[in-house]
């Protein structure tokens, strides 16, 4: 199962980084907790710079956090959070090199046990270290899924052709107009104005 989910990485600096990925989660282990979570960030994040092995004191360490939060989610995808106001979104947990959103509904502290890459991404297979629940989850509505889907269009508009991404945007901006709150709404006009600015790039760079 793939569990869309914000990470929060930490550098050699002690800088926090909070980025939206999708892992895979593994069955269920004691205490109801996921076995085992694989990441696959791309090559050119920062996530994967702060999760390779060897990089720095905290490599291979991060927390993988269940939030319906559609603006952290808009706001990650297009790098907006910059590590100043990353470190006042996070505090610290037990284990050292760890820092866990304080606002989430359910975070897993987790250790790559096993880290690969292909010419794209790296996939860094975790085990679970420390959890926990800090509020109930109280669900998703059509125009959170479109946030989410929106942010992840975001993320590729160096492998999705413009018109495609369009496309997308114009099937997923019913459902924002028609279940969304102030929230959804002000995430998903954000990450619009950020996939055509990226998009207008990628067409002067000649790579649209």
């Given at each position: 199962?793939i569990?869309?989910?914000?990470?929060t990485?930490?550098d050699?600096?002690g800088?926090?980084?909070?980025?939206?990925?999708?892992p895979?989660?593994q069955g269920n282990?004691p205490?109801?907790l996921i076995?085992e979570?694989?990441?696959?960030?791309?090559g050119s994040?920062t996530?994967?710079?702060n999760l390779?092995?060897?990089?720095?004191?905290?490599?291979?360490?991060a927390?993988?956090?269940v939030t319906?939060?559609?603006?952290?989610?808009a706001?990650?995808?297009?790098g907006?959070i910059?590590?100043?106001?990353?470190?006042?979104?996070?505090?610290?947990?037990?284990h050292?090199?760890y820092?866990?959103l304080i606002?989430?509904h359910?975070w897993?502290?987790?250790e790559a046990d096993?880290f690969?890459?292909?010419?794209l991404?790296?996939?860094?297979?975790?085990?679970?270290?420390d959890s926990?629940?800090?509020?109930?989850?109280?669900g998703f509505n059509?125009?959170?899924?479109a946030?989410i889907?929106?942010?992840?269009?975001?993320?590729?508009?160096?492998l999705?052709?413009?018109?495609?991404?369009d496309?997308e945007?114009?099937?997923l901006?019913?459902?924002?107009d028609?279940t969304c709150g102030?929230?959804e709404?002000?995430?998903?006009d954000f990450?619009?104005?950020?996939i055509?600015?990226?998009?207008?790039?990628?067409r002067?760079?000649?790579?649209?």
């Amino acid at each position: 199962m793939i569990l869309e989910s914000i990470v929060t990485t930490v550098d050699g600096n002690g800088r926090v980084n909070i980025a939206p990925m999708g892992p895979t989660v593994q069955g269920n282990g004691p205490g109801d907790l996921i076995a085992e979570i694989t990441l696959r960030p791309f090559g050119s994040s920062t996530t994967y710079a702060n999760l390779k092995p060897g990089n720095h004191q905290n490599s291979g360490k991060a927390v993988v956090h269940v939030t319906d939060d559609a603006m952290l989610f808009a706001r990650g995808a297009a790098g907006d959070i910059a590590p100043e106001q990353a470190a006042k979104l996070v505090t610290s947990i037990d284990h050292h090199g760890y820092r866990r959103l304080i606002d989430c509904h359910r975070w897993f502290a987790v250790e790559a046990d096993h880290f690969s890459e292909d010419d794209l991404r790296a996939t860094v297979i975790c085990r679970i270290i420390d959890s926990g629940v800090v509020r109930p989850f109280f669900g998703f509505n059509r125009a959170k899924h479109a946030v989410i889907e929106a942010a992840i269009l975001a993320t590729r508009t160096h492998l999705i052709a413009a018109e495609k991404i369009d496309q997308e945007l114009e099937r997923l901006r019913p459902l924002v107009d028609k279940t969304c709150g102030p929230q959804e709404r002000e995430a998903f006009d954000f990450l619009v104005r950020t996939i055509e600015k990226r998009c207008s790039r990628e067409r002067t760079s000649g790579h649209g």
